[in-house]
């Protein structure tokens, strides 16, 4: 029964700040107006702490523009994680554009929405991606392409790293920064959290939303570290699978530390 009372309590606060939030970020979404970046962190971090999500950040988001964060993917969590340490826009893949309330606040928050299996619109999609990190916004990359256990780093994979080079080209000085950064979920209601328990928080493709969704609101009480890689310039010349094979092994790296505890 507390449990459900938790559930209800949660959702009810979470509807009162959406809408307190709601009007202001319609207008600025409107007139595109440059409050609508930060809106939605403040949205991101009433959410982080109704849901009990404890965030400890290591080492320093980048300063310099036009920025791309690149991060493993383990659960929907990961967007309220990064979202309330930044004002970030994330790479998501078109279907998620139709999901109940989760579709509604990707949309709120102007997700850019990319059709991988469609290669015609590919450039298209890479220009979009461009055009806003030209135009300041800190954009957020999941490589894998898909959401993990938590314990690993699936395969990245490399074409819409295209937009680093396309976003380079649009840029004084011809270059663009990528981060790689690590998002690991190392504990629950205080004590360390293992490879058994890590699935708790992960949502792989394949498990139902609304029974992980309950799961999650009924736990509560989760530790989360960010880790923060060292900075790759970028420019129109690189080569994009090389930047990928780095960024793959940076991400790897920080992510089994933290798991391991280092």
Known sequence: MIAWLRIVLVLLCLAIVTLALLPAQLLCLRFDLKPRRRIPRLWHRAACALLGLKVRVHGALEKRRPLMLVANHASWQDILVLGAIADVVYIAKSEVRDWPVFGLLARLQASIFVVREEKR?????????????????????????TTSDGNRLLEVKTSLFGAA????????????FIQPLSIAYTGIHGMAMGRYHRPIVAWPGDIEMLPHLLG?????????????????????????KALSREVERRIRAMLGDRLRAR
């Open 216 to 240: 999650i609101l009924k736990e509560g009480a989760f530790e989360i570290d960010v880790d923060f890689g060292e900075m790759i310039p970028y420019d129109a010349a690189g080569n994009r």
């Open 165 to 176: 080079s396309t976003a380079a080209t649009q840029v004084p000085g011809g270059t663009v």
């Open 121 to 145: 619109k590919t450039g298209e999609q890479v220009g979009e991606i461009a055009r806003r990190m030209a135009d300041g916004e800190i954009v957020v990359l999941f490589p894998e392409g």
